[in-house]
């Protein structure tokens, strides 16, 4: 190493080390948090595994390789990526909440023209690094639209009205659309393998409650019906669902379509009900501005989850249906950007999805339905400034905090064991009023053979300085023998590159040298701070301190 990166490195970790003590406060509050390593209450599912993007065509682009490359990592051939716009007309040209493929056009004669050379690879690229699709069957070609002009958007230079364009109606032909479909649905198959196509999700349209489908919903229920029959002409057995709409149950929307589904008229075949194999719907926090900071809706977003479960639980020919949360945030607009939300850049919105994704798993058990997953509709912006306060998990290569929350999570394997904190927030008042007085401090721990993890995190929805809490982890029942301990860490000082790129004077050209550091900052790191350790007669005892937005994974192993 030359002396012009030692002294860059040395500079960075005392600017870190000097970030994270101004930070933090002098006094701590005590959280003991409780395992029972002998009683697990079921399979730890890894509902994590789902990501997306408005932007298909970023897909294959240098940095969306390489992200897509790092999801893939997490738990290769089980990750599952969901886009828009997988069908929407233009040659590849991209943008902010925008993308095409060109699949569909037709001939001066007004016959169909397929082409599947951008859509391939996009998938292509999904399946090189581990990764496979969660196809989003939409948006609508120009030539198929009824109302072809104006078909695109340039967002955010575009009125809030003008952002629904031709590609957001519905078809002047439902046959060629549902032989659109089936092409489509005909050629992945071939390219990819029956075995290959059949581990897919396949659904239609996105959102269509509100103004991402410009057609009624009993034109929507018609585009589904064919779009799913073209599926299962193509691949039999394909895996088929939806609606993926907006706001939870969407008001009667989601019990409309279950109703349809079970018991309506296939407008496609005539028949008595439409194929379900999964059910997807999306749920938002609701961010706002407080006295000068960011406060968290997190209240909001598990109220639209514990709504939508709800109405699902209640249709028995449906309640053992899995579920995926098709857009599970913390905001809405990942596109958006600002000073404003700088919060999803560093600790606030990776102690954010830590603390919210067990709590999906506690509403799945309250109404007892099948929750397979919950989508982060977050991936990256490929050409656009540093750390620009976009929803993302990395910018221009570089991993944001909240990306190591998924390590820790993949890392998490076995049965789930139940936890008892007492600074953990009842879920009934999460969901009521979110975290609004006292932080909200628990963990979700899981039991493989002889290997016990905990993630724990301390969370507020308030985007303010508060003092640390002095945690007491006890495992009860743990195997015979001194087991070898791991700890990671997420807060100002650990895994967090957002903090190491504002030590280095925010720049916006870094040289290889800061590059290199960030990208190191960015990694998934061990606790450099204090942790008190001590294991004997089936009892472990982990004592540290947890800054407020901390995450941590505690690893247990004994031999």
């Not at 609606?243 to 019990?255: M, R, T, V």
């Not at 909240?402 to 008042?429: E, H, Y």
């Amino acid at each position: 190493m030359n002396f012009t990166m030692l002294y860059s490195t040395f500079s960075l970790s005392a600017a870190l080390l000097l970030a994270f003590a101004s930070a933090a406060c002098a006094d701590s509050f005590p959280v003991r948090i409780e395992v029972d390593a002998a009683q697990p209450i079921g399979p730890l599912k890894p509902v994590w595994r789902f990501f997306g993007a408005d932007e298909p065509n970023y897909a294959y682009m240098p940095h969306g390789r390489e992200l897509l490359g790092e999801l893939g990592e997490l738990k290769k051939d089980e990750v599952f990526f969901r886009t828009h716009s997988l069908l929407s007309t233009g040659k590849g040209e991209h943008g902010l909440k925008w993308g095409s493929t060109n699949a569909y056009t037709e001939d001066a004669a007004g016959k169909p023209v397929y082409d599947w050379s951008i859509v391939d690879r996009i998938f292509d690229t999904y399946r090189e690094r581990g990764v496979r699709p969660y196809v989003q069957i939409g948006f609508m070609p120009q030539a198929l639209s009824v109302k072809p002009e104006p078909y695109r958007h340039h967002f955010p230079n575009a009125k809030y009205e003008e952002l629904f364009g031709g590609w957001a109606y519905p078809p002047k032909d439902f046959a060629k659309w549902e032989e659109l479909v089936f092409q489509w649905a005909k050629h992945c198959a071939e390219r990819y393998g029956s075995d290959e196509v059949l581990r897919w999700y396949w659904q239609t349209w996105n959102e269509p409650n509100i103004d991402y489908w410009r057609g009624t919903r009993e034109e929507f229920f018609k585009l589904h019906d064919h779009a799913i029959h073209a599926v299962r002409r193509a691949i039999p057995g394909a895996k088929v669902g939806g609606p993926d709409l907006a706001g939870g149950k969407g008001g009667d929307f989601l019990e409309a379509f279950l109703n349809h589904c079970v018991k309506g008229r296939n407008r496609a075949t005539g028949e008595t009900g439409t194929p379900l194999d999964f059910i997807s719907f999306h749920a938002k926090g609701s961010p706002q501005q407080i006295d000068g900071h960011v406060r968290m809706g997190m209240a909001n977003q598990l109220r639209e989850i514990d709504e939508a479960f709800a109405v699902i639980a209640s249709h028995p020919e449906v309640k053992d249906k899995p579920i995926i949360i098709g857009e599970s945030d913390p905001d809405g607009c990942a596109a958006c950007k600002g000073a404003d939300r700088d919060y999803r850049n560093g600790t606030m919105y990776s102690s954010y999805t830590a603390a919210i994704f067990p709590r999906k798993l506690d509403l799945a058990a309250k109404h007892g339905v099948n929750f397979e997953g919950a989508l982060t509709w977050s991936f990256e912006f490929e050409g656009q400034p540093y750390f620009a306060g976009f929803r993302s998990l990395a910018t221009n290569g570089i991993d944001k905090p909240v990306l190591n929350v998924f390590r820790m999570f993949a890392r998490m394997t076995g049965d789930r064991l139940r936890v008892q904190s007492d600074a953990a927030i009842p879920l009934a008042d999460l969901i009521t009023t979110g975290v609004r007085s006292k932080p909200d401090l628990s963990a979700l721990s899981a039991r493989d053979g002889k290997r016990i993890t905990l993630l724990a995190w301390h969370y507020h929805d308030d985007d303010l300085p508060g003092p640390d809490a002095a945690l007491t982890l006890i495992f009860k029942d743990t195997p015979a023998g001194h087991p070898k301990l791991t700890r990671t860490l997420i807060d100002e000082g650990h895994s967090n590159s957002f903090i190491a790129w504002q030590a280095l004077g925010s720049p916006q050209k870094p040289t290889a040298d800061q590059i290199r550091l960030l990208e190191e900052a960015s990694r998934l790191t061990p606790a450099s701070d204090q942790t008190e350790f001590k294991s004997a007669n089936g009892t472990t005892e982990i004592r540290f301190k947890l800054a407020r937005q901390g995450v941590t994974l505690v690893e247990l192993e004994w031999e």
